[in-house]
């Protein structure tokens, strides 16, 4: 057995399965992720698999963790790599729109273990770290945490949610197959939730004019238009520490920032 991430899981291993060796991902508790991750986990995968989503398909859940000791789930393992390249295409950029808009073709109203979202990563709130004085701030995070509080929240059917859309989630098989992975932050809400954190995590990657063609994929495969785009790209940014871990990114996510306050506050 092998960790895939920081020597804290999730875990690959391998199973014997009668005489034939079946490798799979062994998902636990670690120092951030808690029981209703895995639990959120599971029930994502439930979902996926309900309405035949390209994601890993839930082979076990030991949710009270009667049998392992601990909370547990075993999935399937993802063919492709999350490893993403220098440049990125916009034939990828269009082919991860439309994979979101698969998942957000499917109505859900909040149910347990997919609670609604109302940010991505909703296990953190950095926005209101920085309100309440537990992290630092600066000018362009504070002007643009006061102008989306005193918004209204975007009304509308809530939606399948994955929760945290970054490259480390695509695991793409080539240029035009990808699948979405570790849904442990899934749930339900606006798919502004995604579409947000898929474009603020490839401004920061790769600078903020390569996130053309994330929204045109997911509108072309979802036969509608994207609202609300601005307020979902500064809710993103803002769920961000107040400094990133370099100067280029902290810059980047700033720069994808203004753009959205400027069409929110011109």
């Not at 799979?24 to 639990?39: E, K």
């Not at 994929?217 to 509608?224: D, L, N, R, V, Y």
């Amino acid at each position: 057995m092998r960790t895939l991430h920081d020597d804290q899981g999730p875990w690959l291993m391998s199973v014997d399965v009668r005489g034939r060796t079946r490798q799979l991902v062994l998902r636990s508790p670690t120092p951030r992720i808690d029981a209703d991750m895995i639990a959120t986990g599971a029930a994502a995968l439930e979902v996926a698999e309900q309405h035949g989503l390209p994601a890993p398909r839930l082979v076990a859940k030991d949710l009270d963790g009667g049998t392992a000791g601990v909370p547990a789930t075993l999935e399937t393992v993802v063919a492709g790599s999350t490893t993403w390249p220098r440049t990125l295409s916009v034939v990828r950029r269009r082919v991860a729109g439309a994979a979101l808009a698969r998942i957000h073709a499917i109505r859900l109203e909040p149910r347990p273990h997919l609670p609604l979202r109302i940010r991505p990563i909703a296990v953190d709130d950095f926005a209101k770290d920085r309100r309440e004085g537990r992290m630092t701030t600066s000018p362009l995070l504070r002007r643009a945490d006061e102008v989306v509080q005193g918004m209204a929240y975007p009304q509308g059917e809530t939606v399948f949610v994955h929760g945290d859309v970054w490259p480390g989630n695509l695991a793409w098989a080539d240029d035009i197959r990808c699948t979405l992975i570790d849904w442990k932050t899934a749930g339900v809400g606006n798919p502004g939730v995604d579409l947000g954190e898929l474009r603020k995590q490839i401004a920061i990657t790769y600078g903020p004019k390569a996130t053309t063609g994330i929204v045109d994929g997911w509108e072309e495969a979802a036969g509608t238009s994207a609202t609300n785009l601005a307020y979902w790209d500064a809710v993103a940014a803002l769920n961000t520490p107040t400094t990133l871990y370099s100067p280029t990114a902290t810059a980047r996510r700033n720069a994808f920032l203004q753009a959205a306050l400027n069409q929110l506050s011109p």
